[in-house]
T-cell receptor, first 113, second 115 residues
Framework: AQSVTQLGSHVSVSEGALVLLRCNYS??????LFWYVQYPNQGLQLLLK??????LVKGINGFEAEFKKSETSFHLTKPSAHMSDAAEYFC???????????FGTGTLLAVQP | EAGVAQSPRYKIIEKRQSVAFWCNPI?????LYWYQQILGQGPKLLIQ????????DSQLPKDRFSAERLKGVDSTLKIQPAKLEDSAVYLC?????????????FGPGTRLTVL
């Protein structure tokens, strides 16, 4: 069955530092992959998605993610963290045996001044 | 463009009581989803509608949960009777079509606490 693993439930970075949030998926068929962000008391907002086109996907707010089939990974990065990036980030996958979005457990990003 | 609206935002009930949540999707969106997000977990799909028909309800606990989308627009999700383990945030989302590559737009959610 399709599953999504996010390593690190909490990540803390300094303002201006690199943000790296990890996501691995399990599937015999490369799926479609998504990153969502959830700010406190708000719904999820799509950051970016991979749909089998370019392996490096650029999203909103300066985030990007790279699909690596050999590593079954789709890590999210941003070169320089901003205080406003503090939120919870969810990786999700769809495709293969499932036609529904399967979410990871989320990573809470804290940005220190 | 107005986003996905949900009400109420918060609800506290005793176990064995019933509760209903309401969702108004983005205008023109044919597909509507209800997700359950338990604290510390990612959202889990409960039910997916395409217009007023059910596409997927395989993870909906049908002995206590029900949902409807009359006229293919607004939707309600009901729990009767509620259990302690139903405490969660219930998220509604909508998309233009039913393809999983279509962007899903989420509402702010309803936080349910069952005592």
């Amino acid at each position: 069955a399709q599953s999504v693993t996010q390593l690190g439930s909490h990540v803390s970075v300094s303002e201006g530092a690199l943000v790296l949030l990890r996501c691995n998926y399990s599937s015999s068929v490369p799926p479609y992959l998504f990153w969502y962000v959830q700010y406190p008391n708000q719904g999820l907002q799509l950051l970016l998605k991979y749909t089998s086109a370019a392996t490096l996907v650029k999203g909103i707010n300066g985030f990007e993610a790279e699909f690596k089939k050999s590593e079954t990974s789709f890590h999210l990065t941003k070169p320089s963290a901003h205080m406003s990036d503090a939120a919870e980030y969810f990786c999700a996958a769809a495709g293969g045996a499932t036609n529904k979005l399967i979410f990871g457990t989320g990573t809470l990003l804290a940005v220190q001044p | 463009e107005a986003g996905v609206a949900q009400s109420p935002r918060y609800k506290i009930i005793e176990k064995r009581q019933s509760v209903a949540f309401w969702c108004n999707p983005i205008s023109g969106h044919a597909t509507l989803y209800w997700y359950q997000q338990i604290l510390g977990q990612g959202p889990k799909l409960l039910i997916q509608f395409q217009n007023n028909g059910v596409v997927d309800d395989s993870q909906l606990p049908k002995d206590r949960f029900s949902a409807e989308r009359l006229k293919g627009v607004d939707s309600t999700l009901k729990i009767q009777p509620a259990k302690l383990e139903d405490s969660a945030v219930y998220l509604c989302a909508s998309s233009l079509d039913k393809g999983f590559t279509d962007t899903q737009y989420f509402g702010p959610g309803t936080r349910l606490t069952v005592l």
